[in-house]
């Protein structure tokens, strides 16, 4: 019931998404994804989605899914170029793999029964997830774009005086790395759902041998916050540096909509911040930084792995700070804003997970407090907080600290503590 009662609300979700994304002049996330069954697919987790669903198959049946899948891509490749079909960016792969989770749908329903049944409706809904994830974030991101004419890039680029402007800084120590530098961060920022299959398959490896899921896993992190995200890009729509103050900003017509062309090199001026007018096209994506929580989560996540997964982790979180600050696509209060909503996140789904107790639920709302707080103060106190950068630069750092020691202190408590192994008792001796 419970799987069928998220099922039926997910699919109401999808087709609530896919009425706005129509009356916004684009295809929504279900005639998306319909369409890259047959045409070439734009490119996104597809093979991804596949690899999690077949932590439930044996080897046999995974290597049976990976060929029939490569089979069904390379023959749609073989039609496309027959008849000349456009290709976006020269990516043709994908559909192979959504027909072999729809089939893979199709046998559990129709050749499984009992626990083998749910195990296998698990996985592929697991693979669709992800898969569905990709198209309701473009949707989400479209939806932004065309309802929220304005934007409040002055009122965060004025609170990121108290940090010194981080993006800035970041921005021409990249520029000086030169293409290497630019080049390796760029791949990390762009491969994070790469590293997160990669981190969630090998929680998920023993899936098929116990026949059972892990009670808590990334999968569930990475959902719940680009579910949850986006709904605070329509409350507090903010569109970067690069576009507000650098030379990303171009709208229809090539007709330039920033305020000036300051990124990197010229921090903005200190004034009265006023909501801007952008254009119809530039996602409101960046309050808070939903990649900082998605790599904060892989980092978490990776805590308890060997020790190249671990190493693995950490840099793929420091990288990726590095590019949404190095490309000028977020400020620093964006960062502070997504770790506070990634631990918040991760500490709600585990007090789920293990039944809700007063320490989970005090960790969850001081996260939800001070999440709340620091949306407000940017929003609503900015000019006070650059001027003054000593003594709210600290705060604002202190607040996220408060968070994750908090965070680290209760899941401490939550470990399960080994009971202390016994001692043999003392034989006496013979007289």
């Keep these: 019931m419970l ?11 999808l087709i609530t998404l896919e009425i706005v994304a129509r009356r916004c002049g684009a295809p929504g996330p279900l005639t998306t994804q319909a369409k890259d069954l047959v045409f070439a697919p734009k490119p996104g987790p597809l093979y991804a989605g596949m690899a999690l669903m077949m932590v439930v198959l044996t080897w046999r049946q995974r290597f ?7 089979g069904i891509d390379s023959v749609f490749a073989l039609g496309r170029w027959a008849v000349d079909a456009k290709v976006p960016d ?19 329903v129709t050749r499984r029964t009992g626990r083998e049944r749910v195990l296998l409706l698990k996985g592929v809904g697991l693979g669709l997830l992800l898969v569905a994830g ?5 949707t989400w991101l479209l939806i932004t774009s065309k309802t929220r004419p304005t934007v409040l890039d002055p009122y965060v680029a004025t609170a990121d005086q108290a940090l010194g402007n981080p993006s800035w800084l970041a921005g021409r120590i990249l520029t000086a790395t030169g293409p290497i530098g630019t080049h390796v961060i760029g791949y990390v920022y762009a491969q994070l759902a790469v590293a997160a299959v990669v981190v969630a398959v090998y929680q998920l490896r023993n899936v098929a041998a116990e026949r059972r899921f892990p009670r808590q896993h990334l999968v569930h992190t990475f959902l719940v916050i680009g579910l949850l995200g986006p709904a605070f890009y329509m409350i507090f729509p903010v569109v970067g540096p690069v576009f507000a103050y650098g030379p990303g900003a171009s709208g229809t017509g090539g007709v330039q909509w ?9 921090p903005p001026p200190i004034s009265t911040p006023h909501p801007m007018p952008y254009d119809g096209i530039t996602p409101r994506n960046c309050m808070p930084s939903l990649h900082t929580a998605w790599a904060t989560a892989i980092f978490i996540h990776t805590r308890k792995g ?14 990726t700070l590095a590019a949404t600050l190095g490309f000028g696509y977020h400020y620093g209060v964006d960062l502070l804003a997504g770790v506070v909503f990634a631990l918040t996140i991760e500490a709600a789904l585990r007090s789920h997970e293990r039944g809700w107790d007063r320490t989970g639920i005090q960790l969850v709302a001081y996260g939800t407090f001070v999440f709340a707080s620091l949306l407000v103060s940017y929003r609503y106190a900015p000019m ?9 630069g600290p705060l604002l750092v202190l607040a996220m600290t408060s968070v994750i020691y908090g965070y680290v202190r209760v899941t401490k408590l939550w470990e399960p503590k080994g009971a202390p192994a016994r001692q043999p008792e003392a034989r006496p001796e013979l007289v």
């Design 306 to 319: 060997p020790r190249l997964l671990r190493y693995a982790g950490t840099f793929w979180l420091i990288a």
């Design 3 to 13: 799987w069928a009662t998220a099922g039926v609300v997910a699919l109401g979700f």
């Design 134 to 138: 990709r198209r309701i974030g473009d």
């Design 64 to 70: 049976i899914a990976v060929g029939v899948a490569i």
């Design 384 to 392: 006070e907080m650059a001027a003054h950068p000593r003594v709210f």
């Design 90 to 108: 020269g990516y043709f792969l994908g559909s192979g793999a959504l027909w072999v989770m729809l089939g893979c749908a199709v046998i559990a």
């Design 258 to 266: 920033a305020l000036a062309d300051l990124w990197p090199h010229t």
